[in-house]
């Protein structure tokens, strides 16, 4: 049973000619390489911009279906906890969770591949542009988020100061930590865009 699953996940990506990788060595590397290419990382024009793309996507169908839910339990809640307030405080436990999960599954990949930050590894875009989308609520409708991944994907492209300087940190923290800067940087300026379209 334990074969099967392992023989289903994903092998190493292919390289550029005169790379080579090491050998995946049971469930822990099929399953870092699975996390943190999150089946993405595998298209080989642009993967993180798919990453961001397909995030968003999935986000936004995924508030959706779970809006009513988080209605029913704010109408529930003793606290009276807003929906709003509910699913930032969900979406904040998933990226804090994705986060820890990416260092060790980068960490890992890196090494697998022998290449810093390489390009199938686009679980950090998926952080970033959750955070992005963090503060932008479900009402916004469809064309805000589209903003948010523009927004997103601006700041991971410029990397303003000093979201470059936080690549240089060693493993998996500096692969995901300037995605979530970006991540952070494109969070305000949507709440800028929210405040800006709300007064106007």
């Given at each position: 049973m334990?074969?099967?699953?392992?023989?289903?996940?994903?092998m190493l990506?292919s390289?550029r000619?005169?790379e080579?990788?090491?050998?995946?060595?049971?469930?822990?590397?099929?399953?870092?390489?699975a996390l943190a290419?999150?089946?993405?990382g595998y298209?080989?024009?642009?993967?993180?911009?798919?990453?961001?793309a397909?995030t968003?996507?999935v986000?936004?169908t995924?508030?959706?279906?779970a809006?009513?839910?988080f209605?029913e339990?704010?109408?529930?809640?003793?606290a009276s906890?807003s929906?709003e307030?509910?699913r930032?405080t969900f979406?904040?436990?998933?990226?804090?969770?994705l986060?820890?999960a990416?260092?060790w599954?980068?960490s890992?990949?890196?090494?697998l591949l022998?290449?810093?930050?390489?390009?199938?590894?686009?679980?950090?875009?998926?952080v970033?542009?959750?955070?992005?989308l963090?503060f932008v609520?479900?009402a916004a409708?469809?064309?805000?988020?589209v903003v948010g991944?523009?927004?997103f994907?601006?700041?991971d492209?410029?990397?303003?100061y000093p979201?470059?300087r936080?690549?240089?940190?060693?493993?998996?923290?500096?692969?995901m930590?300037d995605?979530?800067l970006?991540?952070?940087?494109g969070?305000?300026?949507?709440l800028l865009?929210?405040?800006?379209?709300?007064?106007?």
């Amino acid at each position: 049973m334990v074969e099967k699953l392992i023989d289903s996940l994903p092998m190493l990506p292919s390289l550029r000619a005169g790379e080579t990788s090491a050998p995946l060595r049971g469930l822990r590397d099929r399953l870092s390489l699975a996390l943190a290419t999150c089946g993405v990382g595998y298209i080989p024009i642009v993967p993180a911009t798919w990453a961001s793309a397909v995030t968003t996507g999935v986000y936004w169908t995924v508030l959706q279906m779970a809006g009513p839910t988080f209605t029913e339990l704010s109408a529930e809640g003793s606290a009276s906890l807003s929906p709003e307030v509910l699913r930032v405080t969900f979406m904040l436990v998933v990226i804090v969770a994705l986060t820890f999960a990416g260092v060790w599954a980068a960490s890992r990949v890196e090494r697998l591949l022998r290449r810093k930050d390489p390009k199938p590894v686009v679980i950090d875009e998926v952080v970033g542009q959750l955070v992005t989308l963090l503060f932008v609520p479900r009402a916004a409708g469809l064309g805000m988020f589209v903003v948010g991944f523009f927004v997103f994907r601006a700041f991971d492209i410029l990397k303003p100061y000093p979201i470059r300087r936080l690549e240089s940190l060693g493993g998996g923290t500096g692969v995901m930590a300037d995605d979530i800067l970006a991540g952070v940087y494109g969070a305000i300026l949507m709440l800028l865009i929210l405040h800006f379209f709300a007064s106007s």
